[in-house]
């Protein structure tokens, strides 16, 4: 019944290594977003995709690349992991109206060693 | 760019006291303005939004939201605090430049706290 799941709940992993993170929503939204929740709780958006097209790619490192296979499907996968990218990452998604609220997934704690 | 202002980094209230928690946002254009929700180890859970229309929003849990376009202001409401209303609360406001994918702009956050 979870709207919007991710998976996994907590990643724990060393500087350099690869990881990714999957989301998957059932409400039918066409739209996808992911957000980097830092230490301090401030949110920020990262990327976000409509009908499985980048639409908006803030100040990202190249090492962080979204991939969408479908609408329901959006993940992130990161490379090259580095200290500074520990975090709680969320999955959002949206019907594509400006007035639509977004659901949130419950977040991904990334810890880098 | 448009941003939202949380002045508060906390605020204590009484068990069964009104409680506001304060948003000031700077936009170009009309506001899309959001409240949301945070319960320790959650996700953001959406309480209520300003599109267009009256003022006052009412919203989940008991919850409401004035909307001052003067002020610019969009504070969050409830007559009654319970002690479950206890968590973090982000305001933020629609991004306008993806079209209908736009992100959501948040203030830093205000953690609710509701004494016995």
């Known amino acids: 019944d979870t709207a919007v799941s991710q998976t996994p709940k907590y990643l724990v992993t060393q500087m350099g290594n690869d990881k990714s993170i999957k989301c998957e929503q059932n409400?039918?939204?066409?739209?996808m977003y992911w957000y980097k929740q830092d230490s301090k709780k401030f949110l920020k958006i990262m990327f976000s995709?409509?009908?499985?097209?980048?639409?908006i790619n803030e100040t990202v490192p190249n090492r962080f690349s979204p991939k969408s296979p479908d609408k329901a499907h959006l993940n992130l996968h990161i490379n090259s992991l580095e200290l500074g990218d520990s975090a709680v990452y969320f999955c959002?998604?949206?019907?594509?109206?400006?007035?639509?609220?977004?659901?949130f997934g419950d977040g991904t704690r990334l810890s880098i060693l | 760019a448009q941003s939202v202002a949380q002045p508060e980094d906390q605020v204590n209230v009484a068990e069964g006291n009104p409680l506001t928690v304060k948003c000031t946002y700077s936009?170009?254009?009309?506001?899309?303005l959001f409240w949301y929700v945070q319960y320790p180890n959650r996700g953001l859970q959406f309480l209520l939004k300003?599109?267009?229309?009256?003022?006052l929003v009412k919203g989940s849990y008991g919850f409401e939201a004035e909307f001052n376009k003067s002020q610019t202001s969009f504070h969050l409401k409830k007559p009654s605090a319970l002690v479950s209303d206890s968590a973090l609360y982000f305001c933020?406001?629609?991004?306008?430049?993806?079209?209908?994918?736009?992100?959501?702009?948040f203030g830093k956050g205000t953690h609710l706290i509701i004494q016995p």
């Open positions: 959002a998604s949206s019907q594509g109206q400006r007035d639509q609220p977004q659901h």
């Open positions: 409400l039918g939204h066409d739209t």
């Open positions: 995709y409509n009908n499985k097209e980048l639409i």
């Open positions: 936009v170009s254009g009309n506001p899309y």
């Open positions: 300003y599109i267009t229309g009256d003022n």
């Open positions: 933020a406001v629609r991004d306008l430049r993806g079209g209908g994918a736009d992100g959501l702009t």
